[in-house]
Each structure stands twice: as C-alpha cells, then as structure tokens.
C-alpha cells in the first residue's frame, strides 16, 4: 500500500516572481484567489503556506481562511512576514532598535494566535533580515541574545503552536545570524522548548555546503526537531529556488531516504521561484519527481538501503542504485 | 603632482535599492533629478552612468543630457536596459524569438546614437538575460552565434562608438553565456571590431574566482580591450555589490597597480547597490579608499614593486605592502 | 545497435592514492604492472593513460609499450609530467627560469615522441604549477607570453601529433593560468594550430561553474577542439575526483547528450581519485553508469531532446527525463 | 605599554611542505631539531606545537621535551595525529570498527597525559577523516554519538588537561562530520565538559562563509570556549593555508578586535602550509602583520570603534578604518 504524503507549497508558487532586476515579476500579477486556482490545478497538493502580511491581515484573516477552505485547500505553514517592509532594513528580532524587535516578536505571535485558530498550528519565522554585510557592523553577541529572548517570548506566548524556524547562510544580507544547521540548532537548544523546531529548506542546506540527509540525521538526533519541510533545488552556490529535484537526484533520493527513516510525517512543502516557468507545471512536475523517487527508495527497499550503508561501500550503494535506476 | 583620475558612478546609487525580498526598495523612491543632486555631493564625482530605458528615453533625451550638463556632470556611460522589462524574459541578445532580438539590437543601436550626440560616445551592454537555468534548456551553439552576429551588427552600426560589454557569470540566470573573462574576450575576438571592447566589473570578476588584477593584465594582452571598469566589493560567492575596497584591500591595491602599469586612463565608475547605506556618503567613502590606495602605490613606488614581481618572492612583496600600509 | 564507445582510465586508478594528509597513500603501493593487470579485470575498459616521468621514461619506454600491448590494453593517451616535480615548483611552461622553460618543453616533445611511436599520438599537457597564490606575485603578462610561445614550439614540432590541453581552476596553485574553458580557448586560438586543442576534464568544469554541456558545445563551435575527455564528479567547490556520475546524475546525462549530437568520437576517459575505493570496482561501476545513461538517452531518442530544446520549456524537459528515468 | 601576546606555530612551518601532487614535497625534508632551529629564527615566537605520532612517539617524548626546553621555546599545544595513518582511512573517533576507536581514544589520552607532564597541559584533536564522500555512505546519527562519546570519554580521563577540538568543513573528505562553528559548539554543548573547548582555525572558518570575528563572539556567548586559535588565510573556497592576514585586512582586525574585547589571552599559533615559500620569513613576517594590525586598534582606539560599531553605520566604520590606515 503506498503511503499517503502529504503536498504543499507557497502561495506565492502561483504568482508572479520578481528579482532585483525586474522588480515588476516576470510574468503578470495575480490575486490571491488566483493563486489558490493555481493551487488546485495541481493533483495531490492538498496545503498551501501564506505570509501574514501579505496573502492575511488583521482585515481579512478570516475571510481568506474561509476561502481556502472552500477551496478545499488546508494551510499548511504561516509564515510571519519579518523581511519585505522596509521597517525592517536592519533587522526584526536582532533590530537593535528596541520597539522594531517588539513589533517583529508581535508579529509572529499575531501569526501564531491565527494559526492556533485555524488549526494549522504552526508558524515558521525567518530572520532574513538579521545578519550583517560589511565588518565591524554588527554586535554579534547582542544579536544572539536578542534572538533567543525573541524566540523564548514568543515560545511562551502560546505553548502548542509549533514555531519552526528556518535558516539561512546568506541573502539578503552577505551574511544572516542564523546561519546553518548547526547554529540553528544551537538557537533551538537554547530556547529549550518543546514548541520550538526547525523548517529545513533544503536550497539552504545545499547553499551551505550540507548534506541535506545528513541535516535530517542531525534534527533527528538533537531533539527530533524536524517540524517542516521546504523543498527546492539549486546549484550549491546561491539560494537558486529551482524546481525540487532539478539538480541533485541522488542526493534528493538521500534526502528521502532519512526522512523516511527518521519517520518523518508532516508537510512536504514546496518553496520555489518559478520567475520563468509556469508554477502550476513546475509543482505539478516536482511533485511527480518526489513521488517517483519514492517509488524508487520502495523499489529499492529501505532494508537493503540500510545495508549497503552498514557495508560502508559507497561504490556498492552506487550500484544498488544504478541498477534501480537505470535498469 | 598627483594624476588626475575621473570618478563615476552608477546614477540608481543615488537612489532606492531594491532586492527581492523588498521589491518596494530599503529607501523612498527618489527622481532622477535627485539622484543628479546626490552625485552632486560627492567631491571629485564629476560622471554618471545612465541607462537608456530608465532615466533616458525618446522623449526625454534631450531634457536629461541638458539636465546632466546643468548640475555640472558628464554621461560617463550609457547602458542599454536589455535585462529589467519581462519581455527579455528569456533573453535579448540571444533569445529565440527573432523579433526580441531585433529590439534588443535595436535599443543598443539607439544607446549608441545617443552616446554618440551627447560626446559620450560609448555604450555598454549586458546581457544579463542572456543563459540558462535548468539542463536541456539552452541551444549553447545557437545563443552563441545570436550573440555574435549581434554585436557584430551594433559595432559596425556606429564604428566611431565603444561598445563595452560587460560580463557575469549567473543572477539573473543561474549561468549566464558571457560569464567570465575568457569568454568574453572569446567574444570579443570573434566579433573583432575596434570599437567592441570591455566593461570589466571587478565583483563579477571576484564572483568568478578571477583575479581583478589578472584580469587587467590579460584584457591588456588580448587587444588593448579594457574600455571602461565598474568597481564595487564582494564576498566571491555573489555579487553583493557593496562599497569598493570594502572587503579585499590588497587585492585592490594590485588592481589599481595594474591599471596604472597598462596605462588605464578611462573612468574608475562605482556601481554599486547602497541597499541600507546612503548612497552619498557610501560613493564619497568608496573614492577616499581609491585616493588613499592610489597614493599608498605612489608611497611605495612602481618600480619597487615592479622589482619584488621580479623577486619572484610573495612573502617580500607582503612585506613593501605593511611597511607601507602599517607603518 | 549499440554504438562501440571506447573507455579509458589513467593508470592510478589502480594504484594507491595519496593526499597531502596521508602522503604514503591510502592504500599499498602497486607496480605498474599490478595496475594494468586491475586496468584489464575492468570489463569495457580497452585504454590506460600513462604519465610519461612516472610509468615511462627514457629508460624503459620499450618494454612498457610492450608490456600494455601484451596485456591487450592500449594507450589513449600520454601526459607528460610537468607538476610532481618539486623543480616545477613555481611553474613550467610559465615558469620565470629560462631554463625551467625549456627543460618542460622538452618534456612534452619526448611524450610527442612517444606518443607518435606508439600509434597514441596524442599527449595532454596540464600546467598544474602555472599560476600563483599571492597577490604582486605573479607578472601575468610575461606568463601568458610564455605559455603561448612554449605551445606553439611543441605543436609545430610533431604536427600530427595532438596536444590536448587541459585546463583547471586552483590547485595546486590557488589560482591557475589556464583556468577555464574560455580561457582555454582563448589560449587555443591563439596559438593557431590544428593539432592543438583540449582535454575536457568535467570535474575542472564543475569546480570553475561551468556547464559541461556548454563547454561541450562551444568546444564544437570555436574550431572543434574536443579531442579528449577527462570523467569524474564532484561537489562544485573542489576537484574531488569522485566515480563519474556519482553525484550529477542529470547534468550528466546532459554532457552525454551533447557529446552525441557534436559527434565526439574519442576516448571516455576515467580520472578519478580512489583514495578509499576499489579502483577496480569503481571504474567498473562508472562504465555501467555511462554506459546506463547512454541507453537512457537511446530510450528517451536524441529527437526528443532535441524537440525539447527547441521548446525552451525546462519542465516540459525535467518531465520527459523523469518519464524516461523514473517510470 | 604594548600588550604582550605569546605567539607561536605548528612545527611544521619550517619543514618541508608536500600536496597531493608533489607528494615528496616542494623543499628539502628537514629533522625535527632543524625545524626548532627554524623556528627559534623567528623573532617574538615562543611556542611550537607538535603532532604526537609524528614529532613525538612513546620512545622520544622526554628526549624531544628536553631539546624544545632547551632550544628556549615552549611546547604550545599537543596534536594527536589522528589523520595521516591509512588506518584512520574511515574515520578515527567516529569508525564503525570498534578497535579502531579505541586506538583513537587512546591517542588523545597518550597526548593528554604529555601534555600535562609537560605543562603544555593542552591538546587539539581534529577529526579530519571523520566525514564521508558520497551519498549512502555514512551513518550520520551513528557517527556524531561516537564523537560525543569518544570526547567525554577523552575528557573525563584527565579533566584538568584542555581538548581544544578543531572543526573543518571538507578536506580530507567531501565533507567532514565536525564542519562548522555551529557544529561543534553543539558537540561541545553536549559534551558539557569544562575541560573541552574549541580550536578555531580562522582558514577553516572562512573555507565555511563564517565571520572569524562573529566566531569568536559565539565561542564567547557559547560557554567562552576559545581554547586556541590557528592562524593562516585563503580565499575562502579552500583551506590554501596561506600566510595569516595576506589576503583579508580587514576580516583580520575584526578579529583581533574581537579577540581584544573577548579577552582571549591564549596563543596566537600559525597553521601554514608554506608550500613554495620560506618558513621563516613566512612566519617571520605573519607575525609582523599580526602586530602591526593589533598596533593599528591601539591607534584607532578599542572604544573608537565600540562606538562606530553602535552606529550601525557601516560606511563609517570604513571611514574610521581608512583614517587609521591610508592617512
């Protein structure tokens, strides 16, 4: 019996996507509910992430909510918007400006008592503005600690709303505080609560030279912290936000692999930016991608996986998966 | 008697940034007469590079270059917006679609025109839209000879006006064709026209792991081809754009030695992107830090460092450098 | 029927592999002889590569070129050693020392020698210690005039022998001379002369950002010049040197794809590093890889990729692979 | 009156250097009493650090603690080799061969119980060949629990000798388990062992896109865990071990300032692989470099720039750094 998983992706898939050279997006403007149209035309995706403050605000929440339920969609990930008003140039929850960070942690709590309402229950912060560019710019400790405190205040502020935090090694800024799997982890260590976890971009883990298995292992093993999941790919240098499964196959395949293992069994979200292609196709193709994958690992077989890893012969994994591959 | 050396810069460092995380800009919008009166600030600024499609078009030539002479300024360079209106979506130079070609020529053939009136007299394209994302996506032989034969077409248009190519290796496509100093100067000596040389922006220098002084060196031996120089500061992995000098000082410092060694005497134009700096204070400081390195060359001399290339003997060289710069 | 593809691997496949960590190898040393008799336990595999200065020299040329005939092996291909000799140590080809210079050219016109003897006739220059690791250390002029000149001296010597040169990045030096395929083929044109062109090493593609499948094509378009490959994998920041197609399944399939379409009719040549692997074992299993993803390529027909080109819709591609690979 | 600040180097500077290329070495080799008397050349340099299993073994230690005694130089850190033994080829600390663990534990214990007989009292263990290569091949969970294992055991055998443990992101292996600032505080935290800290080699923090300044402030805020520092520069894609402070000027105050501000008071100790240059100049002149920027705080003043640094203005940071240095 195939195992029912479960498909999401950003809102914003659906849009129009916009880089620092055609600030206007490449392709036309579409409401909201259009977007949610895109989202239905894709078979099996069944949730979609929105930013508060873009797609929800204190006016329309419950509004949208009712659409995307007529919709037949469910959210899967609120996103709090800490990074796309200028407000927060130089920082949100490292600002040291003190009434910035207060609205930044009011912000994610307003997202966190919405999702509690709606029953989507998780909220996924991004400091994306928090980091630095030049030397001598930032105080970094000051900025550690302001995170954490952040983080705790809003942890505490409604203890079963899951708080996944995402990382990210650089852009916009040349260099972003929370940085890596391990510094994230160091965060979430820190913070030491229970409703406080990690959403894995993938793209960033490739951006930052990690293996994105190995990321998995590593959430898995310091607090099974792995609470959501965003997929992409790109060529380990930038945060490309290509269709998952673009690049790396093998590796994605790795990636399926331990999350399987681990037991992995919340949202598959994708996170893309498809400036040039239609989001529709592109997230209908991903999914096909993943789940062909998947087949491949049940082709494979998980036991015989797990055996060619106890050989520590990595030219006998190879041909475990040649053979199932291209056979 | 120090030599007199013309500054420039970018006329948008004067204005609002935009990334694509804030589509909307770090900073209020400013017109381009404010963005004249910002360059007007800046002491020893005496250019600016303006971008046909942007600040100049049909109708407002004119207005513009006579606004420009008014505030005391020169056009150091005109550039052919070819890369921030969606239909370039999938590129200009070298797109399929033969009528986006044609317009894509034919706004260089203007720029040209334009340059030409105004004394500029040099125009400098970027075909930033020009390449590819995924695999199985670009026809390389093709885009090639579509560039070629473009180039081709606009030097021999105006024979007396520069073309300047500039060259990136990826942003906004995750590999661009004219990626890196050997093709463009691949490029350059296939088209084989006089006026068709280099834009050389020593970030996207940096960003390909290219050294900007070698660069200098080879755009010297491959045909005297070094038109005009864009100067900014990374980090190698991106072009971050930020204030020259800022990040790699002796590797500046050997840029400008050779510059001075070939005999550079066009304009040293800053091209930057001031996201949360102001963009006054931001070229001001950049052109302080070219004069100071300038002079630290002239403190040390042209032959002793002429010499101890000669030496052979990197550990004496990094020596001359901090007697000069620490002592 | 399936098309006869000749494979090739340098001789250290089946040695032992040594880093600057474990200097005395990962494994026992083996003789050369030891190491044909692995050449030859791997089905499909008909060439080795011997490095003229290690495994042949004045002395016992002969009985080598014996001893491969006997074994049934041929040579695809003689490279003169240019880099492992601690007198190269500030370069050969470029290096500052008359001397230096001369002594290396000579090295490769003996290889030519041989080469032509032989029946190989083809030797690949790699001018691994042409480059510098320090700023002010290097005069890049009087370097690249070096290169040229040394290039020229040795193809005009033996003009029907082939000289494929072979381009990298870093390492040893942290920035080579001939670094990148534009480069390379600015050097290449240069020089002028038929018998000269490249060894397309894709592991030195991927570690300088390029698309294998672009140089590939642009080695076809200016002046065919592909007359041998290099195959390995990495992970885009290091030449790795790992089993082709081990980690860049589809980018991969794309390089075979446009080796197909230009013809490529020369040897596949493996050059890996397998300082923990079986060398055996693991130039086996690269041939099944290569010979795998070929079949695909029959499978999925070279009109249909070409179809899909045309298109310039990348998810219509990524759709037609995944068909062809995962269903 | 100017600080004093113990400055030192691993042994190795002022022997032979050897890469996988060249692996008999780029100079002469040199015995172990040569390189001390290389090192006692160098003016202001009072410590050397050894391997243990190289420089030292269970026969030589008292011999070689007399010779360093009375060559007037102090042993500055003891390295448990750990890396350069083909033994080790799949790992130390973290080998599935249980045997092979033990030996490794027994290693750094033999150094440990050096170290405090000769006051040293301090030895740093990298896990260099604790990683893995290609995907499928490690057991990620399995490996990091006998990391954590392997170093409480080492911690507890002697709690009042010092574990510095050095983290690298790739090299020996595609990628290494202890890889970055992130990852190895969270080790470090888990072991939660006062005697245990970290080594921060600056190269290897710039190969993994850190601030070495933002390192040193997270080693503070994480437990002040700066144990030892190791010294060199590159260009940021690899460990190039090339002479400290020869490519990053300003990277490198901002380090010192913050070693200033942190209080670090432990050796300055150089890690350099000075394959084609004079050890003792090499180190001569990093220590030049080192004093002259640590001169150049003491002129701009430490409050000076705690107080640009609370501006949050980067260009006048810059400003206040090019005041102190071109003027």
Not at 40 to 49: A, F, H, I, N
Not at 210 to 228: I, P, T
Not at 284 to 297: M, R
Request: charged fraction near 30%; proline fraction near 3%; aromatic fraction near 10%.
């Amino acid at each position: 019996m195939e195992k029912k998983r479960k498909f999401s992706a950003v809102a914003v898939t659906f849009g129009s996507c916009a880089d620092r050279y055609v600030l206007s997006g490449y392709s036309p403007k579409k409401s909201f509910e259009e977007m949610l149209d895109g989202a239905k035309q894709v078979p099996d995706l069944s949730g979609v992430e929105l930013v508060w403050g873009w797609h929800l605000n204190d006016d329309n929440a419950d509004e949208i909510v009712e659409m995307i339920k007529n919709k037949g969609l469910e959210i899967s990930m609120i996103i709090p918007e800490l990074w796309s008003n200028s407000k927060w140039w130089k920082g949100s929850f490292a600002a040291k400006d003190k009434e910035i960070r207060r609205q930044a942690r009011e912000r994610v709590k307003t997202a966190m008592t919405l999702a509690k309402k709606t029953g989507c229950n998780q909220v996924s912060p991004w400091f994306g503005q928090d980091g630095y560019d030049y030397v001598f710019q930032a105080d970094y400790i000051a900025s550690w600690d302001a995170i954490v405190d952040g983080l705790v205040e809003c942890a505490d502020f409604l203890p079963d709303v899951r708080l996944a935090v995402e990382y990210k090694i650089k852009e916009p800024r040349t260099h972003n505080f929370v940085s890596t799997i391990g510094k994230v982890l160091l965060l979430i260590n820190e913070v030491n609560r229970p409703n406080v976890g990690v959403n894995l971009d993938i793209g960033h883990a490739l951006q930052a030279y990690e293996s994105m298995a190995e990321d998995v292992a590593l959430l898995k093993r310091f607090g099974n912290k792995l609470f959501h999941l965003h997929l992409n790919d790109n060529y380990r240098m930038w945060d490309d936000d290509m269709m998952p499964c673009s690049v790396h196959t093998l590796e994605n395949l790795e990636l399926l692999y331990w999350l399987e293992k681990v037991g992995y069994d919340r949202w598959y979200s994708l996170d893309v930016f498809p400036y040039r292609e239609d989001g529709v196709e592109l997230a209908t193709e991903a999914i096909e991608w993943l789940k062909g994958l998947f087949n491949l690992l049940d082709k494979i077989g998980m036991n015989e996986i797990e055996k060619v890893i106890q050989l520590e012969d990595p030219i006998k994994a190879l041909k475990l998966l040649r053979c199932a591959l291209l056979q």
